[in-house]
């Protein structure tokens, strides 16, 4: 297999998202991370660009000895000491320079023409190739440079001591195909290139950056540099997952390249990163998104029952993903609510199957997520229910802390539907009251209860309520997201019951 080098800059590129600041335990914890992970390079910082970002850079030099760690430094001489004596004690030590190579930068942010630029290049590479055997350089905004002046930088970085050379879409300009044909002129153009290692550095500004890194290792780059969940200045950088991935899922496209990267760990990773950062992943986040292995559409969780192939072309399990979620919501078919049911302990079908998938379609259209509880309840209830002699249609309400409540009930009875309204002293006492002008009679409520008893904002809510009928007292339960329907469930539950048990009462 051929290598390619994941150069990790999440902890210098990274840690420039805006809101990001990381303390020292907190960049150590990541860097030990990211050797576990199995990166090649872990570029912990910019060293002259702060005392703490300094001594963070030192630190993480001196507890990581499996990795490369690298510094970034300008073509400035006072920068290159200072980033070596923050990596000059690592086992693996890089020294990483750069200059800005556009025609835009040498003349609005640097003031020098190329000639100057170039010969400020030569001599920083050769400056700290006195000081470190390993020294990369970037042309910085290389995708906007003009590709005969980065044939004359490239060589001549090489020819002063550099080892890699990185070719950075700074601003996420470039295309893929583009991309690919500068890094073909260029293994063409610079007579010295077999002498070094090429790399590549693709910022997301046009949803581009992964896309554009490939294209790169195609053409010949065998250095990637990224940041995990793909953050980073503006847009963000090329999620290292992402690349990682899809080499390993694409072997059959990439031949036989390869990464060091221990799959296994990324999904690990990339929760470690979010909670220190603060930076939330979005659930359809490649590789490392909630909804990644997560399926909700009732024909897609029919095939990965089937066989999980049909829809999926990672294992979750190889990126650190426990396990697909065959997540149930109002996209879901019997297929997958029966599955779950069965797991859950419940086996049920026919007519009985149709009752419950149908109670469950009902509570989906109300509740975002379904959790095991949700069914649960939604099963018990099922089952030990009455026949519904009397059927909640709707309610509306009114209510305030300084008027009446007033609620209106539809209730079906007999295949009729019947609409009463009535005032009360709260919003589920006048609710109760429209329900005995519909029902008649009167029935008093001796105990009111409610609880949730699912997870989450939107959770379910269990109202339990006993009537008395006469000498007898019925209880009944409902349930709904809304307190006030759960409520009202109840009641009717609770009439129902004493109506079947005695139908004179109807």
């Given at each position: 297999m051929e290598h390619i080098i994941i150069f990790d800059t999440t902890l210098r590129d990274g840690e420039q998202t805006p809101g990001v600041s990381l303390n020292l335990p907190e960049k150590l914890e990541i860097a030990r991370q990211l050797e576990r992970l199995g990166v090649d390079v872990i570029e912990a910082g910019f060293p002259a660009a702060s005392p703490g970002d300094f001594e963070s850079v030192r630190a993480i030099s001196a507890v990581i000895k499996?990795?490369?760690?690298?510094?970034?430094?300008?073509?400035?001489?006072?920068?290159?000491?200072?980033?070596?004596?923050?990596?000059?004690?690592?086992?693996?030590?890089?020294?990483?320079?750069?200059?800005?190579?556009?025609?835009?930068?040498?003349?609005?942010?640097?003031?020098?023409?190329?000639?100057?630029?170039l010969a400020r290049a030569a001599e920083s590479v050769a400056y700290a190739k006195s000081l470190c055997e390993d020294v990369e350089f970037s042309c910085?905004?290389?995708?906007?440079?003009?590709?005969?002046?980065?044939v004359k930088m490239v060589s001549a970085a090489i020819d002063a001591g550099a080892t890699t050379i990185n070719i950075p879409d700074t601003v996420g300009y470039i295309m893929p195909d583009e991309y690919a044909e500068l890094f073909r002129y260029l293994r063409s153009n610079v007579p010295n290139i077999n002498r070094a290692i090429l790399s590549v550095h693709c910022h997301d500004d046009l949803g581009m950056a992964v896309a554009n890194?490939?294209?790169?290792?195609?053409?010949?780059?065998?250095?990637?540099e990224c940041t995990i969940n793909g953050m980073g200045e503006r847009a963000g950088n090329t999620a290292m997952e992402e690349v990682v991935m899809a080499v390993k899922t694409r072997a059959d496209h990439y031949g036989q390249l390869d990464t060091q990267i221990v799959t296994q760990r990324i999904a690990p990773t990339s929760r470690l990163v979010s909670t220190l950062t603060g930076?939330?992943?979005?659930?359809?986040?490649?590789?490392?998104g909630a909804n990644a292995f997560a399926h909700e559409s009732g024909i897609h969780q029919h095939g990965m029952l089937q066989n999980a192939r049909t829809y999926e072309i990672m294992r979750p399990e190889d990126v650190g993903v426990e396990k697909t979620s065959l997540v149930l919501g109002k996209h879901s078919g019997r297929h997958a609510f029966q599955d779950r049911l069965a797991q859950l302990g419940y086996t049920i079908s026919g007519e009985e199957l149709d009752d419950a998938f149908s109670r469950f379609k009902a509570l989906a259209d109300?509740?975002?997520?379904?959790?095991?509880?949700?069914?649960?309840k939604l099963i018990g209830h099922e089952l030990a229910d009455v026949p519904e002699t009397y059927v909640l249609e709707s309610f509306q309400l009114q209510s305030g802390n300084k008027i009446k409540s007033i609620a209106s009930v539809n209730l079906i009875h007999n295949g009729s539907e019947r609409m009463e309204a009535a005032v009360g002293d709260g919003p589920i006492n006048a609710a109760y009251n429209a329900v005995e002008a519909v029902v008649g009679g009167h029935w008093p409520l001796v105990d009111y209860s409610i609880k949730a008893v699912t997870e989450g904002e939107d959770a379910l809510g269990e109202a339990t309520v006993r009537v008395s009928a006469g000498p007898k007292v019925f209880t009944g339960k409902g349930l709904a997201p809304d307190i006030i329907e759960?409520?009202?469930?109840?009641?009717?539950n609770a009439i129902n019951r004493a109506v079947a048990e005695e139908p004179s009462m109807r």
């Open positions: 499996k990795t490369s760690i690298a510094a970034l430094c300008r073509c400035v001489k006072s920068d290159i000491d200072k980033a070596w004596a923050a990596v000059k004690e690592a086992a693996h030590p890089r020294l990483h320079v750069f200059i800005a190579t556009s025609p835009i930068h040498m003349e609005y942010k640097l003031h020098m023409t190329s000639d100057e630029v910085e905004d290389a995708t906007r440079s003009d590709w005969d002046f980065l890194s490939l294209s790169g290792i195609l053409a010949g780059a065998r250095q990637v930076i939330n992943v979005q659930p359809f986040k490649a590789v490392v109300r509740k975002k997520n379904i959790t095991d509880k949700d069914l649960e759960a409520s009202v469930r109840a009641y009717v």
